[in-house]
């Protein structure tokens, strides 16, 4: 039974920084593509960044390039959302989610993180 399981969400000011964190258990095979989603109250669940662990290549939504920078540690099928100069419209639910196919084939999602940006 595969679980992912996010860490590092908090409260920060506007312009301040987090490391989002999420690492699988009960696996025994490396995910292709691990990424992160985000969903504020009332808002649509949007696709944040995702990054194919082992090319490495990435994608950003636009709301979120050159703040944001997704990486992976492949190995340990971890992947870490470190987020910069954060914004008010950041401030949602973060999920990390999972698969081992393609980027439009997630199978896996954590339960979320909060993260909450305050002036």
């Known amino acids: 039974h595969v679980q992912l399981v996010e860490s590092g969400g908090g409260s920060v000011q506007t312009g301040g920084s987090l490391r989002l964190s999420c690492g699988a258990s009960?696996?025994?095979?490396?995910?292709?593509?691990m990424g992160w989603f985000r969903q504020a109250p009332g808002k649509e669940r949007e696709g944040v960044a995702r990054?194919?662990?082992?090319?490495?290549?990435?994608y950003y939504a636009d709301s979120v390039k050159g703040r944001f920078t997704v990486s992976r540690d492949h190995a340990e099928n971890t992947v870490y959302l470190e987020m910069n100069s954060l914004k008010s419209e950041d401030a949602a639910r973060y999920f990390c989610?999972?698969?081992?196919?393609?980027?439009?084939?997630?199978?896996?999602w954590g339960q979320g993180t909060q993260v909450t940006v305050s002036s």
């Open positions: 990054i194919y662990t082992g090319e490495g290549s990435t």
């Open positions: 989610t999972a698969t081992y196919g393609t980027s439009d084939s997630y199978n896996y």
């Open positions: 009960g696996y025994t095979n490396r995910f292709n593509c």
